[in-house]
């Protein structure tokens, strides 16, 4: 049962991706200390933290790793870019097997409560309370390209220039690597002469409903898409409340969660 859940969790698929992108494990240089647990079992670990989103202390002993060691791994691999890099490996398979649809960018965020940390701050929307947003952004069909965490109270519009400068230049099927869509669609929330002006200079299409002018709903038949992908990151239920102290580790905990989503989708594809 135990191998099930590990293999359901972690796949060989994926692992073949993430297992060259794991920082070597280093001895102390005074020698000494345990044997250090294999690489497989600790991702593993952090995978049933995200998707269960169990506290690190009840981490089952089933997956062969204390949840000390779980953690400060976990600790570790945030600090080395693991689950960025490991987000942009399984893009660059979906953009070589042609998978991704670049007609446009879709941005839109959402609130969760926040327990404590930083990258919080108290939420308009929530009474005051304290909480984080989750930006997203994803290509025409909703696969998450780039996410950024924020307190709730700042603006959605002022992640806006930082997400698609974030955009990493992954592969394509033909031809050299792309990082701009044809067109970015967002609500009136991040609408500005600046953002309009900014993107018209980078040779994008901009396709932002205007204050006043335009409803939120016009964008219905393209906005559900980027709202899936939101629900598809809440599905993780780590990232529903947030608990961490570091906003970096909440911020490494949904990078996981958008290299998992677009895993699921590479793996529809090699079967």
Request: charged letters at 25%; a positive charge.
């Amino acid at each position: 049962m135990a191998v099930d859940l590990a293999r359901d969790l972690v796949p060989d698929g994926l692992w073949k991706i993430a297992a060259p992108l794991i920082p070597p494990f280093r001895p102390r240089q005074q020698g000494g200390g345990t044997v250090p647990v294999a690489d497989r079992k600790v991702f593993t670990a952090v995978v049933y933290v995200l998707t269960s989103g169990c506290a690190w202390r009840y981490l089952p002993p089933t997956f062969g790793t204390s949840p000390a060691t779980a953690h400060r791994r976990f600790a570790a691999w945030t600090r080395a870019g693991l689950w960025r890099r490991l987000h942009r490996a399984v893009l660059d398979e979906l953009g070589a097997r042609g998978a991704l649809d670049w007609t446009s960018a879709i941005i839109d965020a959402a609130s969760v409560r926040a327990k404590r940390g930083s990258l919080t701050g108290p939420n308009p929307v929530d009474r005051g309370k304290k909480g984080s947003k989750l930006h997203v952004l994803s290509e025409a069909q909703g696969i998450p390209l780039a996410i950024a965490v924020s307190g709730a109270n700042v603006h959605d519009s002022q992640a806006f220039k930082p997400l698609l400068l974030g955009l990493p230049a992954i592969r394509s099927r033909r031809g050299p690597r792309r990082r701009r869509p044809v067109k970015v669609r967002a609500d009136k929330a991040y609408y500005s002469a600046e953002h309009l002006a900014w993107l018209r200079s980078r040779g994008v299409i901009p396709r932002i409903a205007r204050p006043g002018i335009e409803s939120g709903e016009r964008l219905g038949r393209h906005r559900w898409k980027i709202e899936r992908s939101i629900a598809w990151l809440f599905g993780y239920r780590r990232l529903t409340v947030r608990y961490e102290r570091k906003g970096s580790h909440f911020l490494a905990f949904l990078g996981l969660a958008a290299a998992l989503t677009c895993y699921k989708k590479l793996a529809k594809l090699t079967t």
